[in-house]
């Protein structure tokens, strides 16, 4: 079946360092792809997505690029910011009705 | 994005009784919902899917007489957690899916629940 791997952490970034969360996938067809983020206590909230190969999704100074031949939806930032400290979910759909597929999740911290 | 609202954020029952949890798509029809179950500092479990006016689909090990769940209009889904046990304490978490609009879907803001 269709399944999300993203790297484990936690990881742990100075501010303003570069931030890489890797994310690959394997799924029949071309499904979409996201991140979604996680702060304490709440739910989730959608951060970008891609609904097609070669697709950038961007949103608040991180960015993804939809790369099927690799399989991959890395998510990176430039310089990030105490308050970008949460969980991180990678995750693909196909269509219609189906749940969406989550990776286990990267739990980031960002100290001053 | 769409907005979904959960309620209550935070509940406290005694072992043995039941507790609702609601889930609303308040600026669109959810024509899917989705429940899921996250345990600390873990990914989230997918308990059931349910589509707007039939049974909902519950996923191998998820007890469907313990956990009722109701999609009886298009903009509101119910979870029942029916005679309460403290393992069933958890962080519970909707989401809706509009199927024929966009791929993504939007979640509540959880529900802790907190069997005593």
């Known amino acids: 079946g269709d399944s999300v791997t993203q790297m484990e952490g936690p990881v742990t970034l100075s501010e303003e360092a570069f931030l890489t969360i890797n994310c690959t996938y394997t799924a029949t067809g071309y499904p979409s792809l996201f991140w979604y983020v996680q702060y304490p206590g709440e739910g989730l909230q959608l951060l970008l997505k891609a609904t097609k190969a070669d697709d950038k999704g961007s949103n608040k100074g991180f960015e993804a690029t939809y790369r099927k031949e690799t399989t991959s939806f890395h998510l990176e930032k430039g310089s990030v910011q105490v308050s970008d400290s949460a969980v991180y979910f990678c995750a693909l759909t196909k269509s219609g009705n189906t749940p969406l597929v989550f990776g286990k999740g990267t739990r980031l911290s960002v100290i001053a | 994005g769409a907005v979904v609202s959960q309620h209550p954020s935070r509940v406290i029952c005694k072992s043995g009784t039941s507790v609702k949890i609601e889930c609303r798509s308040l600026d669109f029809q959810a024509t899917t919902m989705f429940w899921y179950r996250q345990f600390p500092k873990q990914s989230l479990m997918l308990m059931a899917t349910?589509?707007?006016?039939?049974?909902?689909?519950?996923e191998q090990g998820v007890e469907k007489d313990k956990f009722l769940i109701n999609h009886a209009s298009l903009t509101l889904s119910t979870l029942t957690v029916t005679s309460a046990h403290p393992e069933d304490s958890s962080f519970y978490i909707c989401s809706a899916r509009d199927q024929h609009s966009v791929p993504e879907a939007f979640f509540g803001q959880g529900t802790r629940l907190t069997v005593v």
């Open positions: 349910s589509n707007e006016g039939s049974k909902a689909t519950y």
